[in-house]
Structure formats: C-alpha cells, structure tokens
C-alpha cells in the first residue's frame, strides 16, 4: 500500500514497475482489499475500461475489467467491472483480429494490436472463489491488455508495425467517423 499513497498518477511508460513479473496473490487480505479499492476509485475517475495492479505501482496480480461505451471507446460494450486475482487465460479460438489500443500508462497514443478474439479466462474473485469467463472481441482485447501488463509487456510490445502507431487524435478521427 506504500506505493499506491505515494504516486497520485499512473505508472508511466519508462516506470520499472510495468516491466516487472507481478507477483501472484497468496492471500486476500485487508492490503489486497486496499489495493482494489484503489484500482476501482482511479478506473472509475480516468474512464478506462481496465486497469492492472502494475500500472498503480503494485506488483501484483490483480486486474480488474470495466467495459462501457465512453469518448474513448464508443462502441465498447455495457459490462459491470469486475475484479480478477490471479487471472490465466486460454485462447478458445484461434481467430486473431488486430484492432486499436491506448493505456491509461502510455497516454496519447494508440495503436493496431493483435489479440485473439475469444478467450477463456479463469481467476479468483475477491472472496477467493474460483471463476470463468468466456470473453469475446473488445471484452477479450481488454483482458489480454491488462494480463500482459502482470508480466511485465505494454501493447506497444505486441504491434507488428511501426505504422500501426498513431496519436491519440488521429484515433480520434476515426472514432468519429466510426460512430456516424
């Protein structure tokens, strides 16, 4: 908690922290309660759809994934947030689509990414109960955002090409033209 008190912001790209493998949860204990009450109150206040422990400066393996439609993701789906300890996934088809990502930790820019399109993800709630999701498209890119985070890569690892990277208002524009 140390860390969460000490940093208002996000960790930004160049912070060690989002390079380091996150540390699994042994325990869900009042510290790991903090810890996502953290994560919730600054997911709600900056709009995203998703936040890993990392990027608040905690190494540790919390995620938690927010859908909704916003300025930022107009045709994201409705989805009440949802907190995953120790995620792990499987690719339930081999369908991998690229499409656009941003980060909270890496602000003004975007770019085309690859991801599987339908996942299988498994985690512990917060009572330390076992779960599955079966998460498609936008909902599944949000996922496998985050979870790359908890092993230390930012998107910007997995972009294939140079030109797939573009400002934040240059996305933007095609949002807008997306929408109507």
Known sequence: MKNIQKKD???????????LQAKQVEIINLNI??????MRSKLLASNGVGLAAPQIFESVKIII?????????????????VVMINPSFESISAKIKKDWEGCLSIPGIRALVPRYSKIKISYSDEQGALQELIAEDFVARVFQHEFDHLNGLLYLDRVEDNQDIIAESEFQKIMELKVT
């Open 9 to 19: 912001n996000f960790a930004q790209l160049g912070e060690p922290v989002l390079r």
């Open 33 to 38: 309660h903090n810890v996502i009450k953290v």
């Open 65 to 81: 994934i927010a859908s909704r439609p916003s300025k930022r993701y107009p045709l994201a789906p409705d989805m009440e947030p």
